[in-house]
C-alpha cells in the first residue's frame, strides 16, 4: 500500500496533535498548507468541544473538517456532516449516579455549550482548556435549552481506575468511553469517531487505504479501524498501540509532522 494514495488525514487532538501545552506546532499549518496545495483533506477528531477545537485551528477552521464530542457531532465549516444526539432520558437517569461516584465532575456536553454544576476553581480552571462555551448552571437535568452530544465526566485521580469500574455496567445501552487519563464519555451508541469518520468518507468518496489517522487514546479505536495508514503515537494507550498498524513518535516529538513529512515526500 503506497502513501501516494492517501487523500485524508484524521488527527486527533489531546495527546495527538496538541503538544503537553495544548498548542498546535507552527510546523503543521505549513504542512496542512502543502497537503491542501496537494489536494489531501484534513479533519481534526477529538472528544473536545466544537468550539475549543476550531479555538486551536481558528487560522485553517473553514478549510477542515471537525469531528468533534467523540463523533457526537462532525462540521465542514458551516455545513454540519452528522449529529448524534444523547438521547433525552438517559440524562435524567445517569447525572443522579454520578453525583454518587466520589470525586466524579459530571459534563452536559450540548452542541452550543457546556453545562457543569459545580462551582469548584481547580476544575473549572482545567475545564476550560477543552471547553471554551460553558454555563454553570444549578441542575443539569434541569437545562433544557440544547441538544445534548454527550455527558463527560471528570477525575482529578483517573478515569480508567475511579470512573469506568462504576459505570461500565452503562454499556448495555450507551457507548462508554475511557476518552483520556481522567475523562470518560457517555453518549449514543453510533456515537464514535470510526461513526462519523466513516460518514465523511462516504461523503467524499474515499476508502480505508486512501485515509491517514493518528490516535492515542481508547476514543480513537473506532477511528483506527476506517484507515489502513493508522497511527499510533508513541505516548499512546497500549490499547491503541495494539490496535493501529503503524507507530509514530509523541505528541511533544513531531509524531505527526513526521508522519506528515513522509507523506508529502511521497
Known amino acids: 500500500m503506497n502513501l501516494e494514495n492517501v487523500k485524508l488525514v484524521v488527527s486527533d487532538m489531546d495527546g495527538t496533535l496538541l503538544n503537553n501545552q495544548g498548542e498546535v506546532s507552527k510546523e503543521f499549518f505549513e504542512l496542512f498548507q502543502r497537503l491542501e496545495d496537494r489536494g489531501i483533506h484534513f479533519a481534526a477528531a477529538s472528544g473536545r468541544q466544537y468550539h475549543s477545537i476550531v479555538n486551536k485551528l481558528s487560522a485553517i477552521k473553514d478549510r477542515i473538517t471537525v469531528i468533534a464530542e467523540n463523533g457526537g ?8 456532516l ?19 461516584v466520589e470525586g466524579a465532575f459530571p459534563v452536559l456536553c450540548g452542541k452550543d455549550s457546556a453545562y ?7 476544575f473549572i480552571n482545567m475545564f476550560r482548556e477543552y471547553y471554551s462555551e460553558f454555563k454553570v448552571v444549578d441542575e443539569l ?27 461500565s455496567h452503562l454499556e448495555k445501552e450507551l457507548q462508554v468511553k475511557i476518552s483520556g487519563a481522567h475523562w470518560l464519555d457517555l453518549s449514543h451508541p453510533d456515537a464514535n469517531k470510526g461513526f462519523a469518520l466513516e460518514k465523511l468518507q462516504n461523503k467524499m468518496g474515499l476508502s480505508k487505504e486512501e485515509t491517514m489517522v493518528f490516535g492515542d487514546y481508547n476514543n ?8 489502513y495508514f493508522s497511527y499510533a503515537m508513541e505516548n499512546a494507550h497500549p490499547n491503541v498501540k495494539k490496535r493501529a498498524r503503524f507507530n509514530t513518535g509523541s505528541n511533544e516529538h513531531r509524531g505527526v ?10
Request: net charge negative; charged share 30%.
Open 73 to 80: 457531532i462532525a462540521r465542514q465549516g458551516n455545513e454540519e
Open 82 to 100: 452528522l449529529i448524534t444526539p444523547l438521547p433525552s432520558q438517559y440524562i435524567a437517569d445517569v447525572i443522579p449516579v454520578l453525583r454518587k
Open 116 to 122: 457543569i454544576e459545580t462551582r469548584d476553581e481547580t
Open 141 to 167: 437535568t434541569r437545562v433544557n435549552h440544547d441538544e445534548f452530544l454527550k455527558i463527560a465526566v471528570y477525575h482529578f485521580d483517573g478515569s480508567e481506575q475511579h470512573l469506568y469500574p462504576l459505570l
Open 220 to 227: 480513537d479505536l473506532e477511528m483506527l479501524d476506517r484507515a
Open 257 to 266: 509532522e513526521s508522519i506528515l513529512e513522509k507523506l508529502l515526500r511521497s
